[in-house]
């Protein structure tokens, strides 16, 4: 299966190429320049050149985003924007965006909704667009999942996640365990134009 990366060069892209290729996946990084130590294919390109992004689509089986918009950039939407504009129907997309991003769904409890009003005071414009990104998934033609983990950390991760859909289920996850979970989600047909939290399971006691 072809699988095209955006935001491959980035702390969580890193892990999700290594993982996807550990699973068999024929993998194509798209950005602006080619990762570190990347010797297979890759394609050169901006978010927003769709007739660039048609053609790294071309063939593809699914696209997964770990782009990071900053306060000053935006990216996230972008790359949305384009593959919404020349995937084809039912194309796979997986993008990961915040627990502060709102869905239908959510039953979050007042520790996370006092956490996401933090996140929405200092980080509005970056939230505003992760939700732009949502509400132009769910009104797109694509099976797309927003995986929303909470706090990311840096680690070697311990290789294990837990999808919830009304709340996180902890409050921090690694991003090698994020990069598993994108993978094994492209699978799920449970998790298809949803957008569940993904975290690092609870300690049992």
Do not use: N
């Amino acid at each position: 299966m072809k699988a095209v990366v955006f935001g491959a060069t980035g702390r969580t892209g890193r892990h999700l190429l290594a993982a996807l290729a550990a699973a068999g996946y024929e993998v194509i990084p798209y950005g602006r320049r080619k990762p570190d130590g990347w010797t297979g294919e890759a394609v050169i390109g901006a978010l927003d050149d769709r007739a660039q992004i048609a053609q790294a689509l071309d063939g593809a089986d699914v696209v997964l985003s770990a782009l990071a918009s900053s306060r000053s950039t935006s990216v996230c939407l972008p790359a949305a924007q384009s593959v919404v504009a020349v995937g084809k129907p039912g194309l796979r997309y997986l993008t990961v965006a915040g627990a502060a991003v709102d869905v239908p769904s959510d039953a979050k409890g007042l520790p996370d909704r006092f956490i996401g009003g933090i996140f929405k005071l200092l980080m509005r414009k970056m939230l505003a667009e992760r939700q732009a990104e949502y509400d132009l998934l769910a009104d797109s033609h694509l099976s797309f999942t927003m995986l929303r983990p909470p706090m990311l950390k840096d680690g070697g991760g311990a290789g294990d996640w837990l999808f919830t859909h009304d709340k996180p289920a902890t409050t921090k996850i690694d991003r090698a365990d994020l990069a598993r979970a994108m993978v094994a989600a492209i699978a799920d047909d449970g998790l298809i134009r949803r957008a569940p939290f993904v975290s690092a399971p609870p300690v049992r006691r």
